[in-house]
């Protein structure tokens, strides 16, 4: 007797490995050159992350933490890119990470030049340079052009949190390979 399911599951794949060259040949993704840092250890970088997770334990008083994701420095002048994740076309930003944020762009920016960018961004792939991010610059939010929500302006029940809620519509959306030129014109503009 043949084994219809076999049969079925040998179609499907060969279904889709025509669609998907079909697909490669009228749509090509655009791939960027090859990253410039590469985390050569993967285990190595995960066992630090865990080693630090443990500083700070049950029955201390001290709680959270975070961590500044990419900070660039040239010449005395800094970007700093902090990446979050879309949930519901939202994203939410620790009120204690803004405050800190606050403080080291007005710091900094007394004696030198600093950028301060929050990037909202979805599954994505960096290495596509037409993927999409969305952004906002530090000034932006000192300025109020990025609204400062505690509690969804949408109608979630949650009564004001400790951290703030900011929507995808607020933000400007952009390529990757538009985000890289910024970063690059400031770079430029250090120099």
């Not at 960027?32 to 050569?40: D, E, G, N, V």
């Not at 991010?133 to 609204?147: A, D, H, R």
Request: glycine content about 6%; aromatic content about 12%; hydrophobic content about 30%.
């Amino acid at each position: 007797m043949k084994n219809d399911t076999n049969d079925l599951i040998d179609n499907l794949y060969d279904k889709e490995s025509i669609s998907t060259s079909n697909y490669q040949m009228n749509h090509s993704v655009r791939k960027s050159p090859s990253a410039k840092y590469k985390i050569y250890d993967e285990q190595e970088f995960a066992r630090g992350r865990e080693v630090l997770g443990n500083l700070i334990v049950q029955g201390m008083k001290a709680s959270g933490g975070t961590d500044i994701d990419w900070l660039i420095e040239h010449n005395g002048g800094f970007v700093i890119l902090e990446f979050k994740g879309f949930h519901n076309d939202k994203i939410n930003i620790p009120m204690g990470q803004m405050i800190a944020y606050e403080k080291l762009h007005e710091k900094l920016n007394q004696s030198t030049k600093c950028y301060l960018y929050f990037i909202g961004c979805d599954d994505i792939d960096f290495s596509n340079p037409d993927s999409k991010v969305w952004v906002f610059e530090m000034k932006q939010w000192k300025l109020g052009s990025i609204p400062k929500n505690t509690s969804d302006i949408y109608g979630d029940t949650q009564v004001k949190q400790n951290k703030f809620i900011v929507y995808r519509e607020y933000l400007e959306e952009i390529s990757v390979e538009e985000l890289r030129k910024v970063i690059d014109s400031h770079w430029e503009e250090f120099e």
